[in-house]
């Protein structure tokens, strides 16, 4: 069965400060892979996302990702986080004939 | 615009009533979902529906009851049987399946007391 893992549960970065989110998955095929970010008490919306091609995504908000095959990862980064990124982020998994798989989040703070 | 509209935003209701949790999607997409998100949690998908007229237990389905009349109209009915039905709900849809982007609605902040 599919499965997503975000190791870090909460993240606390100074604002200007690079940032890396970690999402690993156990999957048998090419999954599709997405990155979607939630504001408190609001729904989710889609960062960026990966179907085939080039390993790395840029998404929306200064937003990147590398998928690494070997690594069955799909790891999240900004150079730069503003105070406006702190939220939460979640890591998702689909697969065509599927639903999506969602990891349990990560939680960013940003420290002025 | 094109999205997907949730309503109410803030919903109150007392122990031992169904209440009825509005979804709408104008975005033409053939697929719609209804999660569940609690408190420092991630999302469990309740149900999904892939065409109209048909739908499908999602992870945690007992207690929930759904409808799929229209293709833009996705209705999920929190039921008395649902044992702890305090949550963040979202709907979503999508073109077809696990294989295209969802796009999430506001959300509805469920209380029951």
């Known amino acids: 069965a599919q499965s997503v893992t975000q190791p870090d549960i909460h993240i606390t970065v100074s604002e200007g400060a690079s940032l890396e989110l970690r999402c690993n998955y156990s999957y048998g095929a090419t999954p599709y892979l997405f990155w979607y970010v939630q504001s408190p008490g609001q729904g989710l919306q889609l960062l960026l996302k990966y179907f085939s091609g080039d390993t790395l995504v840029q998404g929306i908000k200064g937003f990147e990702a590398e998928f690494k095959r070997s690594q069955s990862s799909f790891n999240l980064r900004k150079p730069s986080v503003h105070w406006s990124d702190a939220a939460e982020y979640f890591c998702a998994v689909g697969e065509y004939g599927q639903n999506f798989v969602f990891g349990p989040g990560t939680r960013l703070s940003v420290l002025p | 615009d094109g999205g997907i509209t949730q309503s109410p935003k803030y919903l109150f209701r007392k122990e031992g009533q169904n209440v009825t949790l509005s979804c709408e999607q104008n975005l033409n997409h053939d697929a719609m979902y209804w999660y569940r998100q609690d408190p420092g949690q991630g999302l469990r998908l309740i149900y999904y529906s892939q065409i109209v007229n048909d739908f499908q237990k999602g992870d945690i389905a007992e207690g929930y009851s759904v409808s799929r009349e229209k293709k833009e109209s996705f209705p999920l009915t929190v039921t008395s049987a649902q044992k702890n039905p305090t949550a963040f709900y979202l709907c979503?849809?999508?073109?077809?399946?696990?294989?295209?982007?969802?796009?999430f609605g506001p959300g509805t902040r469920l209380t029951v007391t």
């Open positions: 979503a849809s999508s073109r077809q399946d696990g294989s295209y982007e969802q796009y």
